[in-house]
Every structure is written in C-alpha cells, then in structure tokens.
C-alpha cells in the first residue's frame, strides 16, 4: 500500500445500501393497560424562581407514565408536562425514574413518597 492510497483512499467508492430502516424507540410506543394502575411515588419535589409549575423527580410504581397524562393531586386534577428521563424527552414505564413539571399544583400540596394515580 502506498502512502497516495492510504491518504487518498484506494479510489473505489464504498457501497452504500439503497435500504432505509426506520428506527422506533421501544418508549414512544408504549400503551395504557386498562386493567393496571399508573401510579408514580414522588421522590422529590422543586419549584424554580420565575416558574409557577411544581418540577417533581418521581418513580414509576406500575403501568405506564405518558406524555400530557392528568393526576390527581389532593382532589385537583393537573396535567403532567415533558416527560424527561436518562434517554430524553420520552414516555416511562415501571420502574423508571423520571422529573416532569406538574401544571397546576402547588408545591405544598405534592409531598416526598406521596403517590399519584395519572389518567389519560
């Protein structure tokens, strides 16, 4: 091999494949069970200077966690914000541990280990 192909290439183009995959994350289509309860347990809670919206870290306990899902928080029904995990802005399953904003509750009302049921 001389130094010309070595920097230049050797002159053949690569082959280039005329297949196109498409690749779906395994959480943008996860799907609510009907017969299973999405329950999240409140790890801990923050409300930044300039935001009225309560930012919660919380743990999926079962079913699933989707993005604009509603929870009930003390008898008030607020909607839950972008979802964000270790792989983004994405939807959450059990186990998880995600942060998302909580839109129209109070900072008092969501407490450390509460758990909030979340409805489509």
Not at 46 to 72: C, D, K, P, T, W
């Amino acid at each position: 091999m001389s130094l010309v192909s070595l920097t230049f290439g050797s002159g053949k183009m690569p082959s280039v494949s005329s297949v196109r995959m498409f690749v779906q994350k395994p959480l943008s289509n996860l799907q609510v069970n009907p017969n299973e309860e999405n329950l999240v347990e409140i790890i801990k809670t923050s409300q930044f200077f300039g935001h009225e919206n309560v930012y919660v870290i919380a743990q999926v306990v079962s079913g699933v966690l989707l993005q604009n899902m509603r929870l009930n928080v003390n008898g008030r029904e607020c909607q839950i914000g972008d979802i964000e995990s270790k792989f983004g802005v994405s939807n959450a399953k059990k186990g998880m541990v995600v942060g998302f904003y909580i839109l129209g509750a109070d900072k008092e009302a969501v407490q450390k280990g509460q758990k909030l049921q979340c409805v489509t």
